[in-house]
C-alpha cells in the first residue's frame, strides 16, 4: 500500500487517490501531423525507476498534483502542485 | 530429437531415469545470427520454432536476460479462449486457441490443455444485454459461445452464488475455453526449436542497440556485442524499455497484475469463471489450488509483486461468489508486469526500423495467444511483411486512428 502524502490534505492511503499518467505532456498546437499528434495522445515514456505523474485525492479534497515516483521500488521522491515544472532529482534512475 | 513415448518413459524407467537427455542444448553465443530474438518467454521461443519449421531460418538465437520462462510466461493463469468481439481479434485468437488443441502432439510434449470451459458472468440486466451482443457477434465468427440462464449456471458450478450482492442474471460459455500447463508450453517450445538448431541462451541480458541507416547493426549484450540480419523484440512488461534502446517510444503502460492460489482441495470448480462488473476471475488447477485474478494495480509498475489493496478487493469479489471457499488459506501471491496498449490489442509486426520487429503490447492476455503470436511473428520476420491475421495490429494503427477497441468491446477480462 502506497502511502502518498497529499499537499493539502497529508499523508493517506492509496486508495484514496486516482492515478492520472504521466504529467508535464505537452498538447501539440494545430498546425501538428498525425505522426505527432498519436505521439501525444498515445506514446508514454514509461520509465523503468523515476516517472513524473499526476495524482488526483479523490476520496480527499479532489486536488490534482504531481508526483515523482521509482516504478522499481515505489519510493515516492518529491510530491509538488501541478503548476511547478519538472524538479531536478539527484536520484533518476534506480537500474 | 528423441521423442517422449511409452517406450522412451519404459526404457529410461528401467535405467532408473538417470539417462533422460537435456531437455535442450546449452550453446555459447556466436557472434552473428540470421534472426535475433530478445526475451525466451512463450513468444519469442514459439517464434524461433516456427522460424525454423516453417520457414527454415534456423541461424536464430533467442536471448534471456534472465532463465527461459521466469517472466510472465510463469506467472500468468494459464487461461486460453478466443471469445473476443472484433473479427481481427476473433480471427487471431481462434488460431490460437486451434494451435493450442494440437500443440502437444505437434510438440511431442503433453502441455496438459484442458477444455473445461470460460464462463463469464452477467450481475445486472444491462450486462446480459451486452453479453448477447457479445456472445452473438462470437457465433458471427464461428467460434462457439453460449448464453447460460442461471440455472444452467448452477447446474454447472453448484458452488457459485448466484444471489450475491449483485446477483447473477446469467452469462456465456465458451465450451473450447479452458486452461493448460504455461511452464509446459514453454519448455515444449525450447526443446522443439532448439532440436531444429535455435540458440537459447539465458542470462543474456541486451543492453543496448547501435543502429545507423534506419537498421539494427550491432546487439550489445552482457555477453558480447554481436549482429544480426533480423532483431525480434518480446519482452512483455519491458516492451518500452527495450524499445527505446532503438530510440522508439511505444504507446504502452507497464502495470503489475496480480494472481493467487488457494491451499489445494479436492475437485469442487468445474469451469474457469469470470466476473467483468466485480473483477474477478477463478478455476482449479490441476493441482486442486484455487487459482484467482483480478484487475491490475492502478498506476504504471516494474515491480513485480502487487498491491495489497487490490488483493482485498479481488477477494471480497471472490468470497461473494464462492462462499463455502471464503475459509480458505492462500499459499502464494504473485505478480508480472504487463504492458497495456491504449486498445488492449497487441502490438505485432514491423517498427520505424528496417529490420527490426515487436511482438509485445500482450497486456493481461499474452498467454493465450502465444501460439498464433509465434507463428505470425515468424511469417513476418521471414518475409518481411505483416501476416494477413497480424496485418491490423501493427504500430502504425494508432497514427491512422485504425484502433481494434477490444478493452472497450470485451470488457477487462482480457
Known amino acids: 500500500m502506497l502511502q502518498i502524502k497529499c499537499p493539502h490534505c497529508?499523508?493517506?492511503?492509496?486508495?484514496?487517490?486516482?492515478?492520472?499518467?504521466?504529467?508535464?505532456?505537452?498538447?501539440?498546437?494545430?498546425?501538428?501531423?498525425?505522426?505527432?499528434?498519436?505521439?501525444?495522445?498515445?506514446?508514454?515514456?514509461?520509465?523503468?525507476?523515476?516517472?513524473?505523474?499526476?495524482?488526483?485525492?479523490?476520496f480527499g479534497c479532489g486536488q490534482w498534483f504531481?508526483?515523482?515516483?521509482?516504478?522499481?521500488?515505489?519510493?515516492?521522491?518529491?510530491?509538488?502542485?501541478?503548476?511547478?515544472?519538472?524538479?531536478?532529482?539527484?536520484?533518476?534512475?534506480?537500474? | 530429437m528423441k521423442g517422449y513415448s511409452f517406450l522412451s518413459l519404459a526404457k529410461n524407467a528401467l535405467s532408473g531415469h538417470k539417462n533422460w537427455p537435456q531437455t535442450w542444448r546449452s550453446p555459447e553465443l556466436k557472434k552473428h545470427y540470421d534472426v535475433i530474438i530478445i526475451g525466451a518467454g512463450g513468444h519469442g521461443l514459439a517464434t524461433a520454432y516456427y522460424l525454423a519449421k516453417k520457414h527454415?531460418?534456423?541461424?536464430?538465437?533467442?536471448?534471456?536476460?534472465?532463465?527461459?520462462?521466469?517472466?510472465?510466461?510463469?506467472?500468468?493463469?494459464?487461461?486460453?479462449?478466443?471469445?473476443?468481439?472484433?473479427?481481427?481479434?476473433?480471427?487471431?485468437?481462434?488460431?490460437?486457441?486451434?494451435?493450442?488443441?494440437?500443440?502437444?502432439?505437434?510438440?511431442?510434449?503433453?502441455?496438459?490443455?484442458?477444455?473445461?470451459?470460460?464462463?463469464?458472468?452477467?450481475?445486472?440486466?444491462?450486462?446480459?444485454?451486452?453479453?448477447?451482443?457479445?456472445?452473438?457477434?462470437?457465433?458471427?465468427?464461428?467460434?462457439?459461445?453460449?448464453?447460460?440462464?442461471?440455472?444452467?449456471?448452477?447446474?454447472?458450478?453448484?458452488?457459485?452464488?448466484?444471489?450475491?450482492?449483485?446477483?447473477?442474471?446469467?452469462?456465456?460459455?465458451?465450451?473450447?475455453?479452458?486452461?493448460?500447463?504455461?511452464?509446459?508450453?514453454?519448455?515444449?517450445?525450447?526443446?522443439?526449436?532448439?532440436?531444429?538448431?535455435?540458440?537459447?541462451?539465458?542470462?543474456?541480458?541486451?543492453?543496448?542497440f547501435d543502429a545507423a541507416r534506419q537498421k539494427v547493426n550491432v546487439v550489445h549484450t552482457s555477453q558480447g556485442d554481436i549482429s544480426a540480419d533480423k532483431v525480434s523484440i518480446a519482452v512483455a512488461g519491458h516492451t518500452s524499455v527495450v524499445a527505446k534502446m532503438a530510440g522508439i517510444r511505444v504507446p504502452i503502460s507497464s502495470v503489475a497484475l496480480q494472481a493467487m492460489v488457494s491451499e489445494p482441495l479436492k475437485p469442487c470448480l468445474n469451469s474457469q469463471i469470470f466476473s467483468p462488473t466485480i473483477h474477478v476471475y477463478a478455476g482449479q488447477s490441476d493441482r486442486g489450488e484455487i487459482v484467482i485474478g483480478g484487475g491490475a494495480d492502478g498506476y504504471t509498475s516494474y515491480a513485480q509483486r502487487g498491491g495489497l489493496a487490490l488483493l482485498e478487493e479481488n477477494m471480497a469479489a471472490f468470497c461473494e461468489l464462492y462462499p463455502s471457499l471464503s475459509r480458505l488459506k492462500l499459499m502464494r501471491q504473485w505478480a508480472g508486469v504487463v504492458d497495456l496498449t491504449p486498445d488492449t490489442t497487441p502490438i505485432l509486426g514491423k517498427t520505424p526500423l528496417d529490420n527490426l520487429y515487436i511482438s509485445g503490447g500482450w497486456g493481461t492476455g499474452g498467454y493465450k495467444a502465444i501460439p498464433a503470436g509465434g507463428d505470425t511473428m515468424a511469417y513476418t520476420i521471414a518475409n518481411d511483411k505483416p501476416h494477413p491475421l497480424i496485418s491490423g495490429f501493427g504500430l502504425d494503427r494508432f497514427e491512422s486512428g485504425k484502433l481494434i477497441d477490444e478493452g472497450a468491446a470485451s470488457g477487462v477480462a482480457h
Open chain 2, 56 to 208: 527454415g531460418i534456423r541461424n536464430v538465437a533467442v536471448l534471456e536476460k534472465g532463465y527461459l520462462g521466469g517472466g510472465n510466461s510463469g506467472r500468468n493463469t494459464q487461461v486460453i479462449r478466443s471469445n473476443y468481439f472484433w473479427p481481427e481479434s476473433a480471427a487471431f485468437f481462434e488460431h490460437s486457441l486451434k494451435l493450442y488443441e494440437g500443440l502437444s502432439q505437434a510438440l511431442n510434449f503433453n502441455i496438459m490443455l484442458s477444455q473445461r470451459g470460460i464462463l463469464t458472468l452477467a450481475h445486472s440486466h444491462h450486462e446480459l444485454e451486452g453479453m448477447r451482443r457479445w456472445a452473438n457477434a462470437i457465433k458471427i465468427n464461428n467460434i462457439d459461445s453460449e448464453i447460460l440462464s442461471p440455472s444452467e449456471i448452477t447446474d454447472l458450478e453448484p458452488r457459485l452464488n448466484i444471489e450475491s450482492r449483485f446477483p447473477v442474471l446469467g452469462g456465456f460459455i465458451q465450451r473450447r475455453g479452458g486452461v493448460s500447463r504455461h511452464d509446459a508450453v514453454v519448455w515444449a517450445y525450447a526443446r522443439a526449436a532448439s532440436a531444429l538448431g535455435v540458440d537459447i541462451i539465458q542470462q543474456c541480458e541486451v543492453t543496448g
Open chain 1, 10 to 58: 497529508g499523508v493517506r492511503d492509496e486508495v484514496e487517490y486516482t492515478f492520472g499518467g504521466e504529467s508535464h505532456v505537452v498538447r501539440p498546437g494545430p498546425s501538428i501531423d498525425d505522426a505527432g499528434w498519436s505521439n501525444y495522445l498515445f506514446n508514454k515514456t514509461n520509465p523503468k525507476g523515476v516517472h513524473f505523474e499526476r495524482w488526483c485525492h479523490s
Open chain 1, 66 to 95: 504531481n508526483m515523482a515516483r521509482d516504478t522499481v521500488t515505489h519510493e515516492i521522491l518529491q510530491v509538488y502542485e501541478m503548476s511547478e515544472s519538472r524538479p531536478v532529482l539527484g536520484k533518476e534512475a534506480s537500474t
